[in-house]
């Protein structure tokens, strides 16, 4: 697989209609800025002390012209980027468990990177994000524009990570497998990318049960169209074993809240108190059971 191939192709995507206007947006931020400070907090806040009236609307402008913003918060300059997601719950719930100094580190599905950017304060040797979707590449090229980390992101999903240019020392991959329809293809593809050693920080929806077996919704699950298997703990431990992950530890369960997950004017739609029997908040909309997550560490 030649992934250059695919990177040519997928800047492609940049010229198509409404891609081509975030572009402009991203490219038409000002440089002009000085004294900038990045403060990585739950909120990831970048400051300077000299910044004009006109490019602070500038800027608030150009945020709003790229929602709908999921992952964050933000806090740019005057502009609060009040994400769908509290993304700091989920990060500061795995940050005990890793160790990511000097290490490679890969973020799988990472959306508009702000969980690199956060990852930026355990001072890593490389910090490489995977996700191939046009508007999450220039969320992150918005922050970085002021944040100017030298993060890669890569335009490639977790198929491409068996053929990327190097291996990883930590990988994360959090709320993807579930949009995989072979979730054990999935895992293997994440073995393969790690280094000998490696460890991957998974986080997936999960039911509840004893046995190993999953559930399948039928045409949405939380009123997501996109989701193929909801296993049993039992269920991802096996899937891992298969996958030949040589341990498996299970660092937290979680059922997701409203604090944590909720609508807001930067997404432009509905969230998770859209997606819940109004009768009987314990189960979706579907009547299956509310969204619950699983938080585990594998090793290679």
């Known amino acids: 697989m030649n992934l250059d191939d695919i990177r040519d192709e997928r800047e492609k995507w940049f010229e198509w209609k409404d891609n081509a206007k975030r572009k402009a947006i991203v490219d038409a931020l000002p440089n002009t800025i000085s004294n900038l400070t990045c403060k990585l907090e739950d909120c990831i806040c970048i400051s300077s002390t000299s910044i004009t009236k006109e490019e ?14 999921r992952k964050g918060p933000f806090q740019v300059f005057d502009t609060f980027i009040d994400t769908e997601w509290r993304s700091y719950i989920k990060y500061n719930l795995l940050k005990p468990h890793v160790n990511l100094k000097d290490k490679i580190v890969g973020d799988i599905g990472c959306n508009n990177g702000y969980y690199l950017f956060k990852m930026l304060e355990e001072k890593p040797k490389r910090l490489v994000g995977f996700d191939p979707s046009a508007l999450c590449k220039l969320q992150f090229d918005f922050i970085n524009h002021f944040v100017q980390s030298d993060i890669k992101f890569e335009l490639l999903g977790v198929e491409h990570l ?17 949009h995989r329809p072979n979730p054990v293809a999935t895992l293997k593809e994440l073995y393969k990318g790690l280094n000998k050693d490696g460890e991957l920080i998974l986080d997936t929806f999960m039911i509840d049960g004893d046995e190993p077996y999953a559930l399948c919704p039928g045409k949405t699950y939380s009123k997501i169209p996109n989701i193929y298997f909801v296993p049993t703990i039992k269920a991802l431990q096996n899937w891992c ?3 030949k992950f040589s341990s498996f530890e299970v660092l937290e369960i979680k059922a997701t809240s409203l604090d944590e997950q909720r609508r807001t004017e930067w997404i432009l739609g509905e969230s998770l108190d859209d997606f819940l029997d109004e009768q009987n908040t314990d189960k979706t909309l579907e009547g299956y059971p509310a969204p619950k997550r699983v938080y585990v560490k594998v090793k290679k």
């Open 162 to 178: 068996p053929f990327y240019e190097h291996k990883f020392d930590t990988l994360f991959c959090l709320g993807v497998l579930y």
């Open 56 to 69: 602070l609307e500038h800027i608030h402008k150009a945020a709003l012209g790229l929602r709908p913003w």
């Open 241 to 243: 074993e298969k996958a």
